[in-house]
């Protein structure tokens, strides 16, 4: 069974940075697909960023290109999410996900059905 630990999660300031990172475990990481979604209160899940199976195609949010950047260390089994430039609408709870057989396509890599694993979450507040 997949399991999925998010952790980096914190309180930062308007304008910092934080490196969330994802732990990976119970099946052959090189196999999936991984992502990171986030929700804020009241709002639903939405899509961050996502990275295919050994090292493939990588998909952002359009609003989060150029600030947010995904990569995954195979060896390591893991993967993270460095987030530069943060802004108080950034505040959420990030999730890691995990599935297989995605496909390769940004349609299918940001829909948040197409993924099985997810981790518990990890608080990331911005303050103004």
């Known amino acids: 069974q997949v399991q999925l630990v998010e952790s980096g999660g914190g309180l930062v300031q308007a304008g910092g940075s934080l490196r969330l990172s994802c732990e990976f475990s119970?099946?052959?990481?090189?196999?999936?697909?991984m992502g990171w979604f986030r929700q804020a209160p009241g709002k639903e899940r939405e899509f961050v960023a996502a990275?295919?199976?050994?090292?493939?195609?990588?998909v952002y949010e359009d609003s989060l290109k150029g600030r947010f950047i995904i990569f995954r260390d195979n060896a390591k089994v893991m993967v993270y999410l460095q987030m530069n430039s943060l802004k108080p609408e950034d505040t959420a709870v990030y999730y890691c996900?995990?599935?297989?057989?995605?496909?390769?396509?940004?349609?299918?890599?940001?829909?948040?059905?197409?993924?099985?694993?997810w981790g518990q979450g990890t608080q990331v507040t911005v303050s103004s």
């Open positions: 996900t995990a599935d297989r057989n995605i496909g390769g396509n940004s349609g299918s890599m940001s829909s948040r059905t197409r993924y099985k694993y």
């Open positions: 119970g099946s052959t990481f090189d196999w999936y697909t």
């Open positions: 990275i295919g199976e050994r090292d493939g195609p990588i």
